[in-house]
């Protein structure tokens, strides 16, 4: 696929319940090869956005275009969808499960069967092929979601909330798998209110609030243009070395660490010499990039 | 269409697969023979070992005879009433409710002693009040004249034994007035020989009449709960997927229509699937049976023809209705409740096709066969009693198609707004915008 030519575009698309909007006026680009992270908190029209993606449902007002084509029917198959709220056959079978969904993707055969039994070697569950889908820890169930939404080796994965409920183990195992499917030139949304991910794995980023864009770009420059100078700083000594209005703007204090905000211009090198010289023992000194959740913070704040 | 079969497949060989169904399967048939039977049996079972009754005779002359007509089971067929409502070319007299019981009766001849009627009344009453004796009857001396006789019991509410009291005495009226009119004794007992109906469909069809009310009354009862079975199976699954919320997955999948047809398609496979081994099982009962003096009703294959498709029918107008009740819903409680008027439209088909067994070209039995609701069972139940004009079959089955064609296309646009819908049952305005919109 061209590069160049966005995977995805929403141009302008609303919708709402009755009298609630869900999703007002929406557009944006998303590109092949590349993470998106559709971020908001909770209620932001998050999932609204994704069902119109997913043709779920459709747009009141506005267009969405995926692969070059508007959306239809056909289109479904191309897209890979793990759902934030997550449905399984609690009675069914994993294998056979998985053969449905894969199914219901227009995959059959044999070509199915050993892409289950691959799929289900890379996430670890080989062995729990045959047993019942309630017999499976919740963490094993999500994988099993996971394999659902990428069975049918789709062009454009949409992930809502995909780590939600996994062990550390689980979380790397799934993150390396996004990362593998990005370097398979796969589209890839991810949704997510945990900020923290989203800055790990995500190219791009769209952010919502109450149903309307906040923001978007790439993640690099909306951190750079943000960038604020401040130091994440650690030191044994007294806390009365900070006390200088002439760099230091504001303090933070996080656990055993310092967030200081310095004053427009200085230079943190300032800061670090002084400390030194002083005789503090520094054993963290960081420049902080803007953080996502400071940055929607702001966001939020100034849309009132 | 590849997904259609999936979709299909899966709810098929999920459900066959189930304990359920095998229990089902085997159960089914004991049910529907216990639902059909036993209270026909237990109808007719006295329990508590025979009737004793006491019999004052004022006449003088008329216990030996009733006493004989009461413990003589002969006459127990002969004075019959036919059904009140009987059309010709009805063809099941022997509904259970007709039949007489068999009740066994130990006599005693009372006599006065030279105490006063009331004193004999008065000591009857207590050997009743004592269980001595279930009741007593009075023959009063004017009784050849047209004078009431006195029946009195603990249990008046047993209809049998009094009728089977009533008519003894009125048999025994009888012969004593005939041989009182000079006519020989053995004369009376030639001319009060009684005989049994033989009973035949119209145009000479032998039948049996009670096999085949059993046969109407089972095979509408098998309807009914076959579509209630298997309608709420479709209302568990939809629940299922509604709460699971595998509904969305599905709908990035496929369309809204497809996908509940795959669902009712496969459950009614499943429902086929368990009436085949109930026909092969009855059809290898029969062969089995032939010959020996049991006797299973017989069956025309017409009518295991009209029974699948009046099934299918019935299921699919209930099924979608069971679909889309089960969009609406939360929780499977909830379902329950929503679910029930249109289990009390099925039930009162069901009943209706009492009335239609007795009068099958009533004008009722005509429009309770041509709305769909009911159509299932009273049409079944119709073309097993006395089969209307073809053309009346045709109309039934087509506006009952018509029905569930048009109720699947509304349900489909409800099914797909209210699956994604959570937290709250949608209301009927809600309900009513969605096919409006969709």
Not at chain 1, 272 to 288: C, I, P, Q, W
Not at chain 2, 59 to 71: D, N
Not at chain 2, 233 to 250: C, P
């Amino acid at each position: 696929m061209d590069s160049t030519q966005p995977t995805l575009i929403l141009d302008r698309i609303s919708k709402s319940f009755g009298d609630f909007t869900a999703v007002s006026d929406l557009s944006l680009e998303v590109r092949p090869g590349r993470v998106f992270g559709l971020i908001g908190p909770n209620g932001a029209g998050k999932t609204t956005t994704i069902r119109m993606i997913v043709n779920i449902t459709a747009p009141d007002t506005g267009t969405i275009k995926l692969f070059g084509q508007t959306m239809a029917t056909a289109l479904q198959d191309r897209i890979g969808y793990l759902p934030e709220e997550r449905g399984l056959y609690k009675k069914m079978k994993v294998g056979e499960q998985l053969r449905f969904f894969a199914e219901l993707k227009d995959l059959h055969g044999k070509e199915a069967d050993t892409r289950i039994d691959r799929w289900l070697a890379k996430l670890q569950l080989s062995a729990w092929k045959d047993k019942r889908t309630k017999e499976l820890s919740k963490g094993m169930q999500q994988k099993v979601q996971f394999i659902t939404s990428v069975i049918h080796d789709p062009d454009l994965l949409i992930l809502d909330e995909p780590f939600s409920g996994l062990d550390p183990v689980n979380v790397d195992i799934m993150k390396d798998t996004i990362l593998e499917l990005k370097s398979e030139n796969k589209t890839i949304i991810l949704s997510t209110h945990q900020m923290e991910i989203a800055e790990k794995l995500c190219d791009d980023v769209c952010m919502i609030n109450r149903s309307r864009k906040v923001l978007d770009g790439k993640l690099r420059d909306i951190r750079r243009s943000r960038a604020r100078n401040a130091v994440a700083l650690r030191f044994e000594g007294s806390d009365a070395l900070l006390n200088d209005p002439e760099v230091v703007a504001n303090i933070r204090q996080v656990g055993d660490e310092f967030e200081v905000l310095l004053v427009a211009g200085a230079d943190p090198q300032v800061l670090l010499k002084r400390l030194v010289d002083t005789g503090a023992v520094v054993t963290k000194f960081e420049l902080v990039e803007a953080s996502l959740h400071d940055i929607f913070i702001e966001e939020v704040k100034k849309a009132g | 269409m590849k997904k259609l079969f999936a979709v299909i497949k899966r709810e098929y060989v999920q459900r066959v697969r189930t304990k359920f169904f095998v229990i089902a399967t085997i159960l089914g048939p004991l049910l529907l023979v216990g639902f059909t039977v036993v209270p026909a049996v237990m109808f007719g079972i006295k329990a508590g070992g025979p009737t004793r009754i006491g019999i004052v005779d004022q006449t003088g002359k008329m216990y030996a005879r009733v006493a004989q007509e009461l413990v003589n089971d002969r006459t127990r067929v002969q004075t019959r009433k036919p059904p009140q409502s009987a059309t010709p070319g009805f063809n099941n007299p022997n509904a259970p409710g007709d039949r007489e019981p068999e009740t066994s009766f130990v006599v005693e001849e009372v006599r006065a002693d030279g105490r006063s009627l009331d004193q004999v009344r008065n000591d009857l009453d207590a050997r009743v009040a004592r269980k001595e004796l279930d009741g007593f009857v009075i023959l009063p001396p004017n009784l050849l004249n047209g004078e009431q006789p006195e029946y009195s019991a603990r249990n008046t509410a047993d209809l049998f034994t009094r009728t089977k009291v009533e008519n003894s005495i009125n048999r025994a009226l009888r012969s004593q007035r005939m041989v009182e009119n000079g006519i020989d004794e053995k004369k009376v007992e030639q001319m009060s020989e009684p005989i049994s109906l033989r009973t035949s469909g119209a145009g000479g069809k032998e039948s049996k009449g009670e096999s085949s009310f059993f046969l109407v009354f089972g095979l509408g009862l098998l309807i009914y709960m076959s579509v209630l079975l298997y309608g709420q199976f479709v209302l568990g699954a939809v629940i299922e997927e509604k709460e699971t919320r595998i509904a969305e997955i599905l709908f990035s999948s496929m369309r809204s229509f497809p996908l509940m047809m795959g669902k009712l398609i496969g459950v009614s496979l499943v429902a086929l699937t368990q009436m085949s081994i109930w026909a092969i099982a009855f059809l290898s009962l029969s062969a089995w049976l032939a010959g020996s003096s049991f006797t299973v009703p017989h069956i025309p294959p017409l009518i295991f023809v009209y029974f699948v498709i009046f099934f299918l029918m019935g299921y699919f107008i209930y099924a979608t209705v069971y679909a889309v009740v089960g969009s609406m819903v939360t929780t499977t409680q909830e379902g329950g409740q929503l679910a029930l008027p249109i289990v009390l439209l099925l039930v009162m088909g069901f009943y209706l096709s009492f009335n239609i067994i007795r009068s099958p070209n009533s004008s009722l039995a005509f429009w309770a066969s041509m709305f769909p609701f009911f159509a299932p069972i009273t049409m079944l139940v119709r073309i097993v009693t006395e089969t209307p004009p073809f053309w009346q079959i045709l109309l039934s089955l087509g506006i009952g198609i018509a029905t569930a064609i048009g109720l699947i296309w509304v349900a489909s646009r409800i099914y797909r707004v209210g699956m994604l819908m959570t937290g709250k049952k949608a209301t009927l305005p809600e309900v009513w915008r969605w096919v409006r919109q969709a």
